[in-house]
């Protein structure tokens, strides 16, 4: 996930243990299963996403999404994995209209800090499961 603003960029990423996940009930009246990796991933990418934009309220954050189109379970039907990350609505406060974030998937060669970001997600990742952690 990646926060690109102004003439600037700024990077996000992380790490999740998804042993910490729980089963969860995809829509009413469906049974809990674990979610998927890819599940995981565009929750996490919404969290981080949220935060982008609430740290940031009076300027203007342009998310970039890497194509992905691997279908997911998402709710009720299966949804491109990259398609999930693109609206996600921010509660900012009681008696306040919620914040509606819209973001496209690139269609263009991602600017060289992002690549770099990928390369240390990477690293990242592996450095997390050589420590115990799961890959993926």
Known sequence: MYGVKANRTKTASGTMDRALIQPQFPAPG????MPTNKESASVAYMTVAQQLVIQNPSK?????????????????????????????Y?????????????????NAPKPSLLEIED?????????????GGQRG
């Open 30 to 33: 469906m049974p809990a299963r």
């Open 90 to 106: 921010i509660d900012v406060g009681p008696g306040q209209e919620l914040l509606k974030v819209e973001s496209q998937v690139a």
């Open 60 to 88: 203007r954050v342009l998310i970039w999404i890497d194509p992905d189109s691997t279908r997911i379970p998402w709710g009720e039907r299966r949804m491109r994995a990259d398609r999930t990350r693109t609206s996600i």
């Open 119 to 131: 390369l240390y997600a990477y690293i990242t990742l592996r450095a997390h499961a050589s420590s």
